[in-house]
């Protein structure tokens, strides 16, 4: 637990009685709070204290695990209590609750598939939504279509006995506010908007045009990322927040930091890369006396943590979004510029305490706007069907998303989501590996199945240049995880996410190697679609054409061992759309010889 100290007076607290009074006269509202202004810790247990909740229990919805983990650990501290007393929280890889408690902070994509297993919300007095605006969430269900039908659904199983606060940062555009607080008032008309100042103190923006023009994320991003954050502990004193992408690159860059001169005994280096992250504790709370705390976070992460001690911040100038990838069949985080917005709110953390500094790795200049994203139209048209919507020709390309959740079983003829559909929903991944990991260990072989989702899952893993054959790269994990000699920095994340996955399904021992026979089978489960027969014979210097269940064509080199398979489970596409290659794939016997699958 974080030592407990007198309560401090937070910004926000002079906006409290105009908010309960929104909430007490309209049942709800939006209120609009810097970063630092208390909003996540203080509201909920002043909550706690009205008459007109007696005895209810408070739903915190956040953007992610981790940042449910962060506020819990950080109310729980101002109340001078364990976690799991007052304050507790549910998340995807675990949950520390107890009967005491009355505070409960839930990612959006377990606080989804609560209300829909349990619309009532027995014995909750209100609901609140963290900071969803400032980061896309893959469980959020965000403006649009699935959003009028969460918020329908949700008004309908409150019957307006529970209250609904947005919680969001104050942004340039002031849309976003505007539409959450139609969103959370339906019919009734848009709820009131309760703004709050903040307090900090200035900070310096120094912009680093460290990066040749038009230079793709990735390794050139991260080198450069540890080389500023090396400069800023030598040029400034005080804590160090490192704002990047995604999780992998958090570990990487972690890596070349570790040894680094700057980087002493004097130095905490703290890891923050996913929900389970086991330096949170460590990074929610003041550094130890004697000591800097150097912590490197993702988006997500640094807009939900309130990190003690941060003077410093270095950003990345870079978020994930969602984009479906053709050539992978899938939608897959994608590294894009964070925009203006995003750009103030990190700055924003070097100044709280202090006057500030924020290295920005861009050029001096306009900051780009990121794109819009993309709703990932699988996942969506999955979603609305466990909402009970059938009709999802309002979606973008809503009619092949439709066939495809046909063709993995999940809805049926009628569109109604099917039983093996509603537990890929509670699965909580992208449908393809959902059905991958269910079906698979229906068939016995749910450990392997996990591993193969979680290689496929990894956004940042080849499409090419490291064999076609699938059961080749499972193999060389497997060894890995045995305890061979893979390159741990590349191997082990999707190790790691494969065991959390196994986890969940309840499964607790070793995978067998003696299985990757099967992975062919394990394959087409996850890309019915994609399922391969060889069209022509092999030709000198020419390729092998293989006719695919959606009725595309496809090539693999001549000379790759697995163009003399008759069949094949396809995963990866490469090249232009109209004469793509096969780029991951497994070799797939005939039917007649599992008739399991």
């Known amino acids: 637990m974080i030592p407990p100290s007198s309560p401090p007076r937070f910004p926000i607290d002079a906006a409290l009685p105009g908010l309960l009074d929104a909430l007490r006269r309209h049942g709800g509202a939006v209120l609009q709070a810097p970063p630092g202004a208390g909003k996540t810790v203080r509201v909920p247990p002043v909550l706690l204290e009205q008459p007109w909740l007696p005895g209810h229990r408070i739903v915190v919805v956040t953007a992610?695990?981790?940042?449910?983990?962060?506020?819990c650990l950080r109310m729980a501290a101002l109340l001078g209590e364990e976690p799991g007393c007052t304050v507790g929280f549910h998340t995807l890889s675990g949950s520390v609750t107890s009967p005491r408690t009355r505070i409960?902070?839930?990612?959006?994509?377990?606080?989804?598939?609560r209300i829909q297993d349990s619309p009532e919300l027995a014995d909750v007095g209100a609901v609140l939504f963290d900071g969803l605006d400032g980061q896309r969430t893959d469980g959020f269900p965000g403006d649009g279509l699935l959003g009028a039908a969460f918020a329908q659904e949700a008004r309908e199983a409150l019957c307006g006995r529970?209250?609904?606060?947005?919680?969001?940062?104050?942004?340039?555009?002031?849309?976003?506010?505007?539409?959450?607080?139609?969103?959370?008032?339906?019919?009734?008309?848009?709820v009131p908007v309760v703004?709050?100042?903040?307090?900090?103190?200035?900070?310096?923006i120094r912009p680093l045009d460290a990066l040749a023009p038009g230079t793709a994320p990735g390794a050139a991003v991260e080198v450069a990322m540890a080389a500023v954050v090396r400069r800023a502990l030598r040029e400034e004193r005080g804590g160090v927040l490192a704002v990047l992408p995604d999780g992998g690159a958090v570990r990487r860059v972690a890596a070349l930091l570790r040894g680094a001169e700057e980087v002493g005994p004097d130095i905490l280096l703290l890891a923050?890369?996913?929900?389970?992250?086991?330096?949170?504790?460590?990074?929610i709370a003041p550094a130890p006396p004697g000591?800097?705390?150097?912590?490197?976070?993702?988006?997500?992460?640094?807009?939900?943590?309130?990190?003690?001690?941060?003077?410093?911040?270095v950003d990345c100038g870079l978020t994930r979004l969602p984009r479906h990838d053709r050539r992978r069949g899938m939608a897959y985080p994608v590294a894009r510029p964070s925009g203006r917005d995003a750009a103030q709110r990190r700055a924003i953390a070097a100044g709280r305490r202090e006057p500030g500094v924020c290295y920005r790795l861009s050029p001096p200049g306009v900051l780009p706007e990121p794109p819009a994203p993309e709703p990932p139209p699988l996942e969506l048209a999955l979603e609305l069907a466990a909402w009970g919507e059938k009709d999802t020709d309002v979606l973008p390309d809503g009619t092949h998303a439709s066939s495809l959740l046909a063709l993995l079983g999940a809805v049926g003829a009628d569109g109604a989501i099917t039983p093996l559909g509603q537990r890929m929903v509670r699965l909580g991944l992208h449908p393809r590996l959902a059905r991958l990991i269910l079906c698979g260990a229906e068939i016995g072989l749910g450990g392997l199945a996990c591993t193969v989702a979680a290689l496929l899952a990894e956004p940042d893993h080849p499409c090419g240049g490291d064999g076609t054959d699938l059961r080749g790269r499972v193999d060389r994990l497997l060894a890995e995880e045995?305890?061979?000699?893979?390159?741990?920095?590349?191997?082990?994340?999707i190790l790691e996410r494969a065991q959390a996955w196994r986890w969940r399904i309840g499964i607790h021992q070793p995978v067998e190697r003696s299985g990757c026979d099967r992975i062919g089978d394990?394959?087409?489960?996850?890309?019915?679609?994609?399922?391969?027969?060889?069209?022509?014979?092999?030709s000198d210097g020419g390729a092998a054409l293989y006719g695919l269940a959606d009725g595309s064509l496809a090539r693999l080199p001549a000379g790759d061992p697995l163009a003399a398979a008759e069949r094949l489970a396809v995963a990866f596409l490469d090249g232009p759309a109209d004469d793509p290659w096969i780029a991951l794939a497994a070799a797939l016997p005939e039917p007649e010889q599992h008739r399991d699958v």
């Open 522 to 538: 394990l394959l087409a489960l996850a890309y019915p679609d994609r399922v391969a027969r060889r069209q022509s014979a092999l």
């Open 195 to 204: 703004s709050c100042a903040g307090a900090g103190f200035p900070v310096e």
């Open 272 to 283: 923050l890369d996913d929900e389970a992250a086991s330096d949170l504790t460590a990074a």
């Open 162 to 190: 529970t209250l609904l606060l947005g919680m969001t940062e104050p942004m340039a555009d002031a849309s976003p506010a505007a539409s959450l607080a139609s969103l959370l008032g339906g019919a009734a008309g848009p």
């Open 291 to 313: 000591r800097r705390k150097l912590v490197l976070a993702t988006p997500s992460a640094e807009a939900g943590l309130g990190i003690a001690d941060v003077r410093i911040v």
């Open 104 to 113: 409960d902070l839930l990612p959006a994509a377990v606080f989804l598939r």
């Open 482 to 493: 045995g305890g061979g000699d893979c390159a741990p920095d590349r191997e082990w994340p």
């Open 64 to 71: 992610d695990g981790l940042a449910a983990r962060a506020a």
